[in-house]
């Protein structure tokens, strides 16, 4: 039982996010969380998709560069375990931690570098969508939603960028993966 003369702390959920969990010295951090989480699911393969607005050519007929292709959302997939009721679970709860010692994820706090790069992620796992979103500094997440389409065997984690960006430098971000699968133990390096 709590003493009656306490005042309760209280945390602002979107500064703790911001500041904190989703604030990492190197650019692409938010991969390495969801490749180990990736791998920690079983993995074999993990896909980055970069969407862009058009596909299409530029107003005299040429492909544009690359580097001149505008970017609105980043899908990251693998063919992991899909979400389990539990898995759905730990997205509602920070830092809850996973108490599965053989995973390399142990805090319950990667997910949330997501919002490094989105402020209303998505996961698509097991037939099941859910959407986490803000409502002021408060962090929602919406009940599963049962997908239509086509069965896909993938868990996908949709991030629709805060604002549209071009896709990040391929040759760093290259090599900051590689680093990064060096410490799994599911997920291939070829
Ligand atoms: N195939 C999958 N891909 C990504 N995440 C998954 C997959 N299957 C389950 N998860 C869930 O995502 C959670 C990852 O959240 P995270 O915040 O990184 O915590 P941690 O890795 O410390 O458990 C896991 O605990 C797990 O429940
Ligand atoms: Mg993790």
């Known amino acids: 039982m709590c003493e009656p003369e306490v005042t309760a702390v209280e945390v602002n959920q979107r500064d703790l996010v911001d500041k904190v969990l989703a604030r990492y010295p190197e650019e692409f951090t938010v991969f390495r969380e969801l490749l ?9 393969n993990f896909d980055v998709v970069f969407e862009s607005t058009h596909a299409g050519c530029t107003s005299n007929g040429t492909t544009p560069g690359l580097n001149s ?6 899908l990251v997939k693998n063919d992991g375990a899909q979400f389990q009721d539990t898995d759905w679970k730990r997205l509602t ?3 809850e931690g996973n108490p599965d010692e053989r995973k390399i994820g142990a805090f319950g706090v990667g997910f949330f570098s997501v919002f490094s790069v989105t402020d209303k992620p998505i996961v698509k796992s097991n037939g099941k969508m859910v959407s986490i979103y803000y409502c002021g500094d408060q962090l929602f997440v919406k009940k599963e939603q049962q997908l239509n389409c086509d069965r896909d065997e993938w868990t996908v984690i949709e991030m629709e960028l805060k604002q549209e960006s071009t896709i990040p430098r391929i040759f760093e971000l290259t090599r900051f993966l590689v680093t990064s699968v060096t410490f ?3 997920i291939p390096t070829c």
């Open 36 to 44: 180990q989480n990736a791998d920690d699911a079983g993995a074999e």
């Open 93 to 95: 709860k920070i830092a």
């Open 184 to 186: 799994l133990a599911n």
């Open 69 to 74: 292709v505008k970017i609105f959302r980043w």
